[in-house]
Each structure stands twice: as C-alpha cells, then as structure tokens.
C-alpha cells in the first residue's frame, strides 16, 4: 500500500469515525459509546471487505494506526459538536465524504488481492457502504443502503466501477482517483440538495388504476 | 461444484433475492434499495457460510453469474408486484423455497471442504437462513429464526442434518435431494398454515400457579 | 489450547448463551427461538474472533463440544425461568459474566495466533462484547457497547488489556486469570449497582449555557 493509498483510506475511516461519533451526540450516548460507534462504523466496511478477500488479518487489526482517526473523531465531536439540529447535516457530509474514498480505495485493494474487475467493484461498493449500514442497524434506522434520500448505493458503485475501469486500462493515479472522489461526493450531495427520486421498487399499477377510476 | 449444485445455489439465490426485493416494495424502497436487499438477502447466508469455512473468495464474489438472480428479481417485483397485500404471503413463500434449497446445497459445499458432519449441518442451517436474518433486521422486525410463526430452524436443520446423514452414507442424488427439499419446504408451509405451536421458551410456572389459584 | 482455556471457553459460552435464552423468555419467543438466540449470542463473538484471526474453521465449528453449552442454557431456561421482572437482573448478571471471561480467552486466543499486543486487546474485546450486540440488535434494543449503564467496553477492554500485558511479561498463570476476571466482573457490577456515569459524547456547550442563562 503506498502513502497515498493509506493517507486516504484513513481520511475515510476518520470521516466514516465521524459520522458515527455525531450519531451517539445525537442519540446521547456517552463518550465509551460515540468511540465504540465511530469505530465500529469507521473500520467496519474495510474489516469485512478484507474478510471477504481472506488474505490474513484485515489492515484494521494489523495496523494499530487505524485506531487513531476514530479516537480523534470522538474527542472532535465532544468538543465541538453544539447544537443538536446540525448533528443530520455533518453526519450526511462525513458519510458522503467517507463513501467517496472507500469506494476507491476499497476497490484498489481488493484488485490487488487478485479479484477480478467486477468483483472488485463490488468489494469497493461494501467498504463504501458496509460502515454506515453498521451504523443504520444500530440507530434502528432504515439502512440509507435500501432507503436512502437522494443517490446513493449509485453514487458508490458508480465510484467503485470507475476505479476499477481506470485501474484495467492503466489511467489511475492521484488526478484520476481524486477526480473520482470528487464526483461521487458530488453526485451524493446535489442528489440530497435537489431531491432526486428514484422509481419506487413495485410500480403497483393496480393501485394506480384505482386511483385513475377513482379521480 | 457440479451443475445441478450450480443451479439449486442460484435458485436459492433467486428465491431470497425475491423475498428481499418484495420487502423492499412493502418497505416503499426505490428500485436500487430493492437491488441492495435482494443482494444481500440473496447472498448474504452463503457469504457467511464461506467465510466461516475459510477457502478463499467466496462464491458469489468469485463468479459474477450470482449477481444475476437479484438483478432478476429486482426486476420482476418492479413489474408484477401489484397488491401489498399479497406481498407477506409471497415473502414466506419465497423465503421456505430459498430456505429448502440452502439447507441442501449449504451442507453440501460445508461437506466438500472437509467440515465434520455436525459441523456441516449447522453450516447448512446458517446458509439457509443468514439471510433472511439480514432481511428481518433490516426491517427492524424480530427475526423469523428467533420467533418464527410455525416451524422454521427446526425445517431447515431437519434439511440439513438429513443431507449431511444422506452424504455420509453415500445416498445423496438428485432424487435424494429433491425429496428433502419438498419436505423441508411442505413441513414449512403446513406449519403455518395449520399454526403449529412450539412451547414457550419458559415455562412461566408462576404466572400458571397464580392463574390457577385466581380461577 | 490447554484444559482450563476451553473450560473457560465454554463457561463464556454458557454464561452469554443464558443472557439470550432470557432475552428469548422475555420476549416470549419459543423453545427452538430461544435455543437459535442463546448459540447466536454464545458463539457470536468468538466467531467473530476467528474470522478476523483466519485461521481455518472458528473452534465453534470445528469442536461440536461447543453446541452443548446453549442447549444447557435453554433447558435451564425453560425449566426454571420464572418470574419475568427477574429476568433483566438476571440477564445483565450472565453478560458480565461471559464478558469477565471471553475479555480473557479471547485475548490469549489472539495472542495465540501471533497477533500483536494492541491487536489483541482490541481482539479480546470484541470476543466480549461480539455476542451482545447481536443479541441487542436482534432485540432492537440501543446495543449496550454503545449505550451502557455503568461502564461496559471500558471494563471489558481493561481486562483484555491487563491480559495482554500479563502475556507479554509472562505473568500469566491460573491466578492471574481468574483476578482479572474477577475484577472485570466486579467492576461492571459495581459501576451498575452504584450508577457510575461517563461524560456524554457531546459536551453541548450551547444548551448549558443557555440553561445558565434562564437560571
């Protein structure tokens, strides 16, 4: 892994760390907690993406430096993180930023480990979001994976199929992967700015048809 | 793997795919959220159940055949699920068939790499219903294999403890194999339907005694 | 692994396997429910453990020695289990049980697989605590590794610690072990009994001091 790669990967799993940490402010959990959530969802979706690659011990545990994004993220958010109705907008901002560099680096591992491009995609697509369903599931939220507000699962895959494109074709370097990030945080955001819908997962036509005999 | 074990994998696959993305509809899902839980109802109980043997990728990272099953019934739920009322009784429908065929196939693979036939028949219940786990969590519901109306761990560990018996004394075939998975799929359905009850998991003598003693 | 390693192994597993059979009995699930939840809850961690450790098949799997524990827990459940405001009691008494002594096994188990010391702390940690987040998920209840009363990964990550640190400078004996041991329970115990409270994730300046100014 070379110093970018690692640069990025924990800037992901502090961003991810953060998002975590936020959700304990706002669910009032103690410090112990926001640490053992912001670590959980900031090593979670690399931890399964290296068990799915089954190439020894994942990173997380091998190397200790990954403890130390999530510690930070604890100490930021119990210094800073003030008023309650901004908790949903920074941690929607930390997730999208945390999603953007998983689905790269996530991806760029699981090539090296020897999988091929679509399974590597896929593998960037769990790092990416495996961390925030953790997150979900604890919150007792709808997973945003399966119900998200605006792109999302789209907005990582599509991140993920690029890396893996360029990676193939031998155009990825740190222009192509920041580019990447940039338009996959992007994508994320404007789709929550502007509300983009997705067709629900059942047309239900009959209901539709009761409703045009009813109008 | 042989192709009949191919395809009972990727009809399991299908069948809870199928009951994730009807989930997701009754859920009000949009179609990609759909895509996600029917992927990871669909491969999440065989995931597991290769992790835990440890031989490498597992099989639905490794071939990318297994991506098509849920982009199938993704597909088929957006166009022909109509009623929300039918959709609960599908699920279970499609959840025994896919749980009928993972208790075969699941102790099967366990048996190829060499687990013990205990071991294997516990790897075959876990196959056949890790995902529906993942299902039932998502949806914040209490997990079916938990507190199941009528018969389900029993059916399923019925299926798998007969496939491992049937392996080791050299009498599994296609015939063997289709006899156990119409049983285990008709004890799982007849259960409900005639709502077999299985005792409480305590006694509760008290409340027993004091009701006695109020009547 | 010696003699007292797997009796210490298995009373773990018995001790969170009753906290999942309670947890069943609470929610009235059923026999078979009850027996699924308290494995679940019983061999969770340590399968957790095992796969981050990857190597080969979890001990659960590999010894069948390991399924009789649950089935002990859900006979004795079932059989004694009576008065459901005592079942909470109960409940948190056998988790900080199992926890006093998977924080232990758990770590050595790592250490065992030639894991650093941090790592398998964070390792022994997770054994301890693995297994009631999945029982706290699965009950839809805030997990207490995030949400404790009274201190919770904090006792169970100084025994693992102390483990650690006895391993290394090869103080570790019979003794040893069942000190830490009795001081993590008691800890848990004692932070419980007398309400102990940790810091908030958030320090929330902004309401505390508009708290200071209405008062």
């Given at each position: 892994?070379?110093?970018?790669?690692?640069?990025?990967?924990?800037?992901?799993?502090?961003?991810?760390?953060?998002?975590?940490?936020?959700?304990?402010?706002?669910?009032?959990?103690?410090?112990?907690?926001?640490?053992?959530?912001?670590?959980?969802?900031?090593?979670?979706?690399?931890?399964?993406?290296?068990?799915?690659?089954?190439?020894?011990?994942?990173?997380?545990?091998?190397?200790?430096?990954?403890?130390?994004?999530?510690?930070?993220?604890?100490?930021?958010?119990?210094?800073?993180?003030?008023?309650?109705?901004?908790?949903?907008?920074?941690?929607?901002?930390?997730?999208?930023?945390?999603?953007?560099?998983?689905?790269?680096?996530?991806?760029?591992?699981?090539?090296?480990?020897?999988?091929?491009?679509?399974?590597?995609?896929?593998?960037?697509?769990?790092?990416?979001?495996?961390?925030?369903?953790?997150?979900?599931?604890?919150?007792?939220?709808?997973?945003?994976?399966?119900?998200?507000?605006?792109?999302?699962?789209?907005?990582?895959?599509?991140?993920?199929?690029?890396?893996?494109?360029a990676?193939?074709?031998?155009w990825m370097n740190?222009g192509t992967g920041l580019g990447i990030?940039?338009?996959?945080?992007?994508?994320?955001?404007?789709?929550?700015?502007?509300?983009?819908?997705?067709?629900?997962?059942?047309?239900?036509?009959?209901?539709?048809?009761?409703?045009?005999?009813?109008?």
């Amino acid at each position: 892994m070379t110093w970018v790669q690692l640069a990025m990967d924990l800037a992901g799993v502090f961003f991810f760390a953060m998002s975590g940490s936020l959700l304990a402010a706002r669910r009032r959990f103690d410090i112990v907690g926001s640490l053992m959530l912001g670590t959980c969802v900031g090593l979670g979706g690399g931890i399964l993406r290296d068990l799915v690659i089954g190439q020894g011990v994942p990173n997380a545990f091998a190397s200790p430096v990954y403890l130390l994004p999530p510690v930070l993220a604890t100490v930021l958010v119990y210094r800073f993180a003030a008023s309650e109705h901004r908790y949903a907008g920074a941690l929607t901002v930390f997730d999208a930023a945390g999603m953007a560099l998983f689905c790269i680096s996530g991806t760029q591992i699981a090539l090296e480990a020897g999988l091929n491009p679509v399974a590597a995609a896929i593998l960037g697509l769990i790092s990416a979001v495996g961390g925030g369903v953790i997150r979900d599931v604890v919150a007792n939220e709808d997973p945003q994976l399966f119900h998200p507000r605006g792109l999302y699962a789209i907005a990582a895959l599509l991140g993920a199929g690029l890396t893996s494109a360029a990676e193939s074709i031998g155009w990825m370097n740190a222009g192509t992967g920041l580019g990447i990030a940039v338009l996959v945080f992007a994508l994320r955001m404007v789709s929550l700015r502007y509300r983009w819908e997705i067709p629900l997962a059942a047309r239900r036509p009959r209901e539709r048809d009761r409703a045009a005999t009813a109008g």
